[in-house]
Structure formats: C-alpha cells, structure tokens
C-alpha cells in the first residue's frame, strides 16, 4: 500500500511557475500510474495530468495542455508536476493520486485509490 505526500505549493502571481512534488513510500512505486487532481472551493475535484509507470504515457486536462508537464522519477520514488503561465484559475488544492499501473491512466478521480493530502496553489492576479 502507497503512502504520498505532496510539496510545493504557495503563492505565485500570475504568469510565474511552480513545481509540485509528490513523495511516495509503503509501495512499489514503479508498479503505479500516477495523476494530479485540483479542487478549487466549491467545485469537484478534477483531473490535471496523469503519467504511466515508466514515464512514457502523458495525459493531460485541456486547461492545462501546453503549460504543465508531469514527470516521475522512479528511482527518486517521486512524481512531479511542473506548472507554467499559471493563471487565477489554476487556483486549487493540487491532489496527488496512484491506481495499479496495468488499469491505467483515467480522469476520474474514484478510480484511484491512493492519495495525498493536498497541497494549496494560490495564483494571484
């Protein structure tokens, strides 16, 4: 069983970048697809990015197509999301989440059964 947990967030004005990081332990880190979800106040939660076990496989929102970039490090055990031209909208609690790697990468965020406990972006206009 996955443990993660999430860094990097803050406070950034629009147009700048940030990096999230998710850290992972209790688990074979390798054997995992890996997403970023955000839920912004009153909204649900919604899919960002989500990578496959060996980094090949990318899938991104649309909103965020172009701007941010998922990658993982095995070796490191560690997941990251590197965010650009952030905009107010992209204002949310960033989410980390795993699901076994042979089900694949999904945009709902009921299929995957490990998470984190969030980290808070807040991009100011």
């Known amino acids: 069983q996955v443990q993660l947990v999430e860094s990097g967030g803050g406070l950034v004005q629009a147009g700048g970048s940030l990096r999230l990081s998710c850290a992972a332990s209790g688990g074979m880190f390798s054997s995992y697809t890996m997403a970023w979800f955000r839920q912004a106040p009153g909204k649900e939660r919604e899919f960002v990015a989500g990578i496959g076990w060996n980094g090949v496989s990318t899938t991104y929102a649309d909103s965020v197509k172009d701007r941010f970039t998922i990658s993982r490090d095995n070796a490191k055990i560690t997941v990251y999301l590197q965010m650009s031209s952030l905009k107010s909208e992209d204002t949310a609690v960033y989410y980390c989440?795993?699901?076994?790697?042979?089900?694949?990468?999904?945009?709902?965020?009921?299929?995957?059964?490990?998470w984190g406990q969030g980290t808070q972006v807040t991009v100011s206009s």
């Open positions: 989440a795993a699901r076994p790697s042979r089900l694949g990468i999904t945009r709902t965020p009921s299929t995957y059964g490990y």
